[in-house]
């Protein structure tokens, strides 16, 4: 593998963004990592932090605290921000974070304007924020982590309820990192061969294992910072190999099959059913009309306070 990159930035340091800009630190991946968060404190404890890591470890990668307009000079931005609110939804969880969250998105957007590097945004609902991300700033690489994180999943509990190992498992999850999540079936394989999926527990598994995990140690946190290194190796070029990720898609913007070589990414979707394709067109129309209503102005009642 190529030799690490310069600095890499990582925004929000709450259970996402540590253990992303732990993983980070530990994989070697750059020279410098830059941490921001909602204030300087913040960032500087987990530089700290992470800078033991680096002494204990032997890491040569840097951690410093910075300004989001300090990111401006990396080679890729990882987005790990979430809005303080309560989220009271049980269904359809991740929408519920979309009014809170989009302002923050928005302004490290702003902060980002024009910047060349690849983003990754993790900031639930994804595929919305994402978009917002990427529209806001005109970045040209902005990618949502989530669909991959999916597909790791789909191939775990296949070969787990098959009894083969995850790795004999070939198949993507795609559409929306969320209830609208479709799972290619009919194109899946199972040591090179069409198989059987068990449909239901498939789904039943993708729908209750994250909030399982946050029920059990507060949030999901390893799964999202693993499919954030995996993408990062990706996209810088580090390796060639596809990962499901949020991007534009014939003018919508959905988790697709992005094959990277040496960077640069081409679209690959697996041939669907007519049922998945019907999933999918439902979940294209679900994303639109969410994103269209969260840039329709607020009501006056219900606009935040600017005086
Ligand atoms: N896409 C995925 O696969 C996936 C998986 C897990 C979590 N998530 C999402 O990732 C986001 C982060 O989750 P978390 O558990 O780390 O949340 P968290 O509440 O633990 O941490 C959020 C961090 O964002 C910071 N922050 C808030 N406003 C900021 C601002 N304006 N500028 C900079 N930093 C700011 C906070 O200070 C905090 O450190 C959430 O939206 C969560 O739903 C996505």
Redesign the pocket.
């Known amino acids: 593998m190529p030799g690490p990159v310069g600095s890499v930035g990582v ?7 540590q253990t992303v800009a732990a993983t980070l630190v530990s994989s070697g991946i750059c020279h410098r990592l830059l941490v ?3 204030t300087v404190e ?1 960032a500087a404890a987990l530089a700290a932090d992470l800078d033991d890591m680096r002494q204990t470890t032997g890491s040569p990668v840097h951690p410093e605290a910075r300004r989001a307009a300090d990111l401006i000079g990396c080679r890729a931005v990882v987005v ?4 303080t609110f309560a989220n009271t939804r049980s269904s359809d969880v ?1 929408m519920g ?1 979309a009014a809170a ?1 989009a302002p ?1 998105v928005r ?2 957007a702003t902060a980002l304007g024009g910047y060349q590097g690849t983003v990754l945004v ?3 609902p ?1 595929d919305l924020m994402t978009r917002l991300f990427a529209e806001t700033s005109g970045c040209p690489r902005v990618y949502g ?2 669909s991959n ?1 999916d597909s790791a999943r789909y191939r775990l509990t296949l070969g787990q309820l098959l009894d083969v190992p995850a790795t004999a498992v070939h198949g993507h999850v795609i559409g929306e ?1 969320g209830d609208g999540a479709v799972v290619c079936a009919s194109s899946t394989t199972v040591n090179g061969t069409p198989a059987v999926i068990p449909l239901a527990e498939v789904r039943a598994e993708l729908r209750t294992r994250p909030g399982r995990i946050s029920a059990g140690v507060g ?3 390893s799964g ?1 910072a693993g ?1 954030v290194l995996s993408t990062l190796r990706k996209s810088l070029g580090l390796v060639d190999g596809t990962e499901e990720l949020t991007c534009e898609h014939r003018g919508d913007w959905l988790g697709i099959p992005l094959r990277f070589t040496a960077g640069q990414p081409v679209a690959c979707l697996p041939a669907l059913d007519a049922g998945e394709d019907a999933q999918l067109a439902a979940t294209v129309t679900k994303l639109r009309g969410a994103y269209q209503a969260l840039r329709r102005p607020a009501p006056s009642s219900t606009r935040l306070e600017t005086t």
Do not use: D, M
Request: charge should be positive; hydrophobic fraction near 45%.
């Open positions: 925004v929000g340091a709450g259970a996402v963004g921001v968060s909602r913040q790990a921000v979430r809005a991740r974070g969250n923050v302004s490290l993790v900031t639930n994804v982590i989530g994180l990192h949030r999901t946190r999202p499919a």
